[in-house]
């Protein structure tokens, strides 16, 4: 199954953007990038998902690098709320039953 | 609103003794995962079911058994056989094409007495 790479945490200034990477180097053409973040004590929840081309939605814009083997999050304004784990997964249409979630990446946001 | 339901929200297992952990999902999905989260780190697999009657071990299913009798349901047992089962228990779901968003439930804290 393929991977995931995520620095083990990040820290930003509020209201400052915020660029999340993640590397997956051995991604196949089949595999959708997803993105989950998770508050302390609750499920993660989902954020954005994308395959080849950046993907923008209200919460967070995905940045897919042309090989593929690499992609990041952007948060366009920090606030205290996004103080999350954001873990970046890999999901396919033969072995997404079997999404593997690494450590993912803790932000932590200053006021 | 539709969404997944985890019950209870913190459960204590005594030495020897099976607990069972509910999962409860409204959205109309087939697939239905659980996942073990232990501090600081990241979600491991326990079993997953692409189908009602039908379900999968994942990469730490010893000491664990499931069942899918019902679409909405998919409850988790841990047994007297997880001999470290305290965790934080997660249960979600995905309409079932391997590619679609996952959907989470708030999660069970089980703790051993």
Known sequence: ?111 | DGGITQSPKYLFRKEGQNVTLSCEQNLNHDAMYWYRQDPGQGLRLIYYSQIVNDFQKGDIAEGYSVSREKKESFPLTVTSAQKNPTAFYLCASSIGQGVEKLFFGSGTQLSVL
């Open chain 1, 1 to 111: 199954d393929a991977k995931t790479t995520q620095p083990n945490s990040m820290e930003s200034n509020e209201e400052e953007p915020v660029h999340l990477p993640c590397n997956h180097s051995t991604i196949s053409g089949t595999d959708y990038i997803h993105w989950y973040r998770q508050l302390p004590s609750q499920g993660p929840e989902y954020v954005i998902h994308g395959l080849t081309s950046n993907v923008n939605n209200r919460m967070a814009s995905l940045a897919i690098a042309e090989d593929r083997k690499s992609s990041t999050l952007i948060l366009h304004r920090a606030t205290l709320r996004d103080a999350a784990v954001y873990y970046c997964i890999l999901r396919d249409r033969t072995g997404g039953f079997k999404t593997i979630f690494g450590a993912g990446t803790r932000l932590f946001v200053k006021a």
